[in-house]
């Protein structure tokens, strides 16, 4: 149980345009959702939180008018990276949380590699 | 969210020795967790430590929580070629630093 999963698992993508990743939660409902990003030999940095329903939080310093996060159902949480760039060439990770009191447990999703040219 | 630092930062050892990687906090943390990644994979989780003091095993791995909860400690015994990877800490949800074992065959 417990199965989180990404698509795409990898995308190359031209400069300038937007790529849209989707995280889903297989077999629980998630109320929160996390997006991280983890550039190469670097810990995981935390992009921003989602709750079903409400805008995301983002922590300080990202752009969240470049990277819009939609949390839609319990189930799914969107990443946009908009006007895509070399530097956001990375390592993109969504967690998932169950609902409150069940676990504070994150379940990881495969990732999404994204490559800017 | 504060990071938590960890060290070392790499750690290079022969199969059979052992391994321990620190994670250290300037405030008291709730809780901790900790997850392993292994080389191109994503953050998988071992175990969360929620008491002072608090120690807990799994078959060859030792978690410890810091008696001020400020501190918490991952102990490997006897290495294996499996155990290769980065080691990470979280608390509330931000990572730590991390370190990466390598283990030499």
């Known amino acids: 149980g417990a199965v989180v999963s990404q698509h795409p698992s990898w995308v190359i993508c031209k400069s300038g345009t937007s790529v849209k990743i989707e995280c889903r939660s297989l077999?629980?409902?998630?109320?929160?959702m996390f997006w991280y990003r983890q550039f190469p030999k670097q810990s995981l940095m935390l992009m921003a939180t989602?709750?079903?329903?409400?805008?995301?939080?983002?922590e300080q310093g990202v752009e969240k008018d470049k990277f819009l996060i939609n949390h839609a159902s319990l189930t799914l949480s969107t990443l946009t990276v908009t006007s895509a760039h070399p530097e956001d060439s990375s390592f993109y990770i969504c967690?998932?949380?169950?609902?409150?009191?069940?676990?504070?447990?994150?379940?990881f999703g495969p990732g999404t590699r994204l490559t800017v040219l | 969210g504060q990071q938590v630092m960890q060290i070392p930062q790499y750690q290079h050892v022969q199969e059979g020795e052992d391994f321990t990687t620190y994670c250290n906090s300037s405030?008291?943390?709730?809780?901790i967790q900790w997850y392993k990644q292994r080389p191109g994979g994503h953050p998988v989780f071992l175990i969360q430590?929620?008491?002072?003091?608090e120690v807990k095993k799994q078959k060859r791995l030792t978690f410890q929580f810091g008696e001020a909860k400020k501190n918490s400690s991952l102990h490997i015994t006897a290495t294996q070629t499996t155990d290769v990877g980065t080691y990470f800490c979280?608390?509330?949800?931000?990572f730590g630093t991390g370190t990466s074992l390598t283990v030499i065959p």
């Open positions: 405030t008291t943390l709730s809780n």
């Open positions: 979280i608390n509330q949800f931000y």
């Open positions: 077999d629980f409902q998630a109320t929160t």
């Open positions: 989602s709750n079903e329903g409400s805008k995301a939080t983002y």
């Open positions: 430590l929620v008491k002072s003091g």
């Open positions: 967690s998932a949380r169950g609902p409150s009191g069940w676990t504070d447990t994150q379940y």
